[in-house]
C-alpha cells in the first residue's frame, strides 16, 4: 500500500489498472479526460484516442465480449453520443467487465447545457455509482468490475467537475492479475434481432431488482447517524458539501449507488430522524424517489435546479446560518475565456468579418470567436451540428443567404460528426461552405492528438486522415487550403467560395499556438509615431494587445508575432 495525493480522473485511472483493465477507448471531454491521459502511464493497459464517443463505447463493448475488462470514458454530452449503444449493450450485458465513465458538469464551467446523466441510467437500466473524493474514485472503480461480471452488465460510474478535478489522499494496492474469460458464441444473448430482445428485457428488470437488494446490504450506501432531528440524503459532491457545512449537526444517508436507488434502507432512515432533505445537483431524482416511497421529503424547494452548489448554500438552506467562513469581501472581476494570443482561429474569423456571414458554429476553442469583439457565430448546438445545421439554414433561406453564410468547425470536431454532415450537404444538392479549422490538435480539452493529425494517444506516428482526399471522396469538388494569418489570402478564398453555386470546403490549416512544436515569431512592437490611437488594433480581440496614454501596448511575454493586428492596423504603427 502506497499513499498518493490524486485528483478524483487520476484515481479513476488508478482503479482501471489496480482492476486489471487491458483496453481503454475514449474522447476527450473536459472534466473527463485526464482518466484516459493517465492511463497512457500503464503499460499494461491498451488505450486510444477514438473519434467520438460512440466508437469509444463500441470498442470498450467489443473488448468486453472478448473477454477483457474494458473502460471508455466521456463527459455527460458525450454520453449523448455514446447512448444508442449503450441501451442495447444493456440489454445484451457483458463478458469481461465494463465500465463507462460519465462527467457531469454542474455550473457548466465547460460545457454547453447541465444535463443530469443519472437519467441516462434510470432509462437504460444500467447501474451507477457515484464516488464522493478520489479514494472513492479507485475504489468504486474496481467495484463497478466485480458488479458488471457479477451481474451482467455495463456500469456507469459517474463523476462530476468537482470530482474529477479535486485532489484528495488514495491508498493504492497491487494490480490484479487476470486472464480474458473465454469467449462462447451466444446468438440469444448477443444478437439483439426484436425475438431476442423481448426475452433479454425481462432479465434486465429482473436484473435492476438484484441489484436493488444487493445495494441495501452491501454497504455501498450507508446511513451516517449524529443529531436526528435532521436527515440529509446526498451523494457525490453533494456529500463532502453536506459533511463541511453541517458536521454532526445532522445524520447523513450516503448514497454510492445512485441507480437503482435503494428502498427499505432508504425507509429505515427517514423513520430515524425528523426532518428528512435531500441534497443533489441538477434534477430531483433522489427527492422524487423518495416521495414515490411515500416519504415525506424536501429538497428543491430548498435547493435549485441550476447550477452547481456550495458549502455556504448548503449551511443556509438546512441550518439558515450564513457561512462562518473568511471569504473575499469584494465581487471579483469576470474573466471570461478569450482566443489565446496567436490562435490561427483569430486570423480566420478577421478574415470573414467583412462579409458579415451567418456563422453556424461548433464546439471547440473557436467557439470563442462569439464574443466580442470578433463577434463571428451565430448559432452553437453541439458537437458536428455546424455542417448539418448550416445546410437547414441554408435550404430554408435560399441561394442568397448561402452566399453569405458558412459553417466552422475544428478537426477533430469534424472527424468526431461533422464528416456525416459534409455527405448531407453534397447528396442533397446543397451549396453550403463549410470551414475546418484545422490546428492539428484537439485543442479545448488540452492538445489530444484525433485522426487527423497523424498520432497516437502515445504520440506515436500513425495514418492521418487526408481532409482534402476525403472531401473529394464524398463528392466535394471545390476544396481549398488556406492560412489564416495570411488574412488578404483567406479573405479572397472564402469570398470566391461562398458565390459559387455548389458546395465547398475550405480548410483553414495552421497549428494551434501552444503546440510545442510551433515556433512562434518575434514579437511586434508600436511605432509610437505612428499610432494615432484608432484603437482598430482591439477589433481582432487579442489578449497581447492593449491601451495606455492613447497608445496602443503590445505585451511581448503573450505576442507569437502572428501579425493578424498588424494587418488590422491602418497606420502601419504595428511592426516587427
Known sequence: MEKKLLLGNEAVARGLYEAGVTVVSSYPGT????????????????????PNEKVAFEVAFGASLGGARSFCGMKHVGLNVAADPLYTASYIGVNGGMVCAVADDPGMHSSQNEQDSRHHAIASKVPML????????????????????????????????????????????????????????????NVMMPAMAKARHIDVEARTEALREWAETSGINRAEYHDKSIGVV????????????????????KLGMVNPLPVESLKAFAAQVGRLIVIEELDDIIETHCRKLGLAVEGKSL????????????????????????????????????????????????????????????????????????????????????????HGFNTARGKEQARRSLAVIGDSTFIHSGITGLID???????????????????????????????????????????????????????????????????????????????????SRRPCALLKTVKAQPALRVDEAKCVGCKACLTVGCPAISFKDGKAVIDHVQCLGCGVCAYACRTGALVR
Open 234 to 253: 446526498c451523494a457525490g459532491t453533494t456529500y463532502m458539501y453536506a459533511r463541511e457545512a453541517l458536521g454532526n449537526k445532522v445524520s447523513y444517508f
Open 31 to 50: 472534466p473527463s479526460t485526464e482518466i484516459t491521459e493517465a492511463v497512457t502511464k500503464y503499460d499494461e493497459i491498451y488505450s486510444e484516442w477514438a
Open 425 to 507: 450537404i453534397v447528396y442533397n444538392k446543397g451549396i453550403s461552405t463549410v470551414v475546418v479549422l484545422d490546428n492539428s490538435t484537439t485543442g479545448m480539452t488540452g492538445h489530444q492528438n484525433n485522426p487527423a493529425n497523424g498520432l497516437t494517444i502515445k504520440g506515436d506516428p500513425t495514418a492521418a486522415v487526408d481532409l482534402e482526399a476525403l472531401a473529394r471522396a464524398v463528392g466535394i469538388r471545390r476544396v481549398r487550403v488556406v492560412d489564416p494569418f495570411d488574412v488578404e489570402g483567406t479573405r479572397k478564398a472564402i469570398g470566391e467560395e461562398l458565390e459559387a453555386e455548389e458546395p465547398s470546403l475550405v480548410i
Open 303 to 390: 435547493f435549485p435546479l441550476c447550477g452547481e452548489f456550495s458549502q455556504s448554500m448548503v449551511r443556509k438552506a438546512v441550518l439558515g446560518l450564513e457561512n462562518e467562513y473568511r471569504t473575499y469581501p469584494g465581487e471579483i472581476p469576470a474573466r471570461p475565456p478569450v482566443l489565446c494570443a496567436g490562435c490561427p482561429h483569430r486570423g480566420l474569423y478577421y478574415a470573414i468579418k467583412p462579409f458579415k456571414p451567418y456563422v453556424s458554429g461548433d464546439i471547440g476553442c473557436y467557439t470563442l470567436g462569439a464574443s466580442a469583439p470578433l463577434s463571428m457565430m451565430d448559432a452553437c448546438v453541439c458537437m458536428g451540428a455546424s455542417v448539418s445545421a448550416l
Open 130 to 189: 457515484e464516488p464522493s473524493d478520489s479514494a472513492e474514485c479507485l475504489r468504486y472503480t474496481m467495484r463497478a468490475y466485480e458488479l458488471s461480471e457479477q451481474f451482467d452488465t455495463p456500469v456507469l460510474l459517474r463523476l462530476s467537475t468537482r470530482i474529477s478535478h479535486s485532489r484528495s489522499i488514495v491508498e493504492t494496492g497491487e494490480r490484479q492479475a487476470r486472464e480474458n474469460l473465454p469467449y462462447v458464441r451466444n446468438v440469444a444473448k
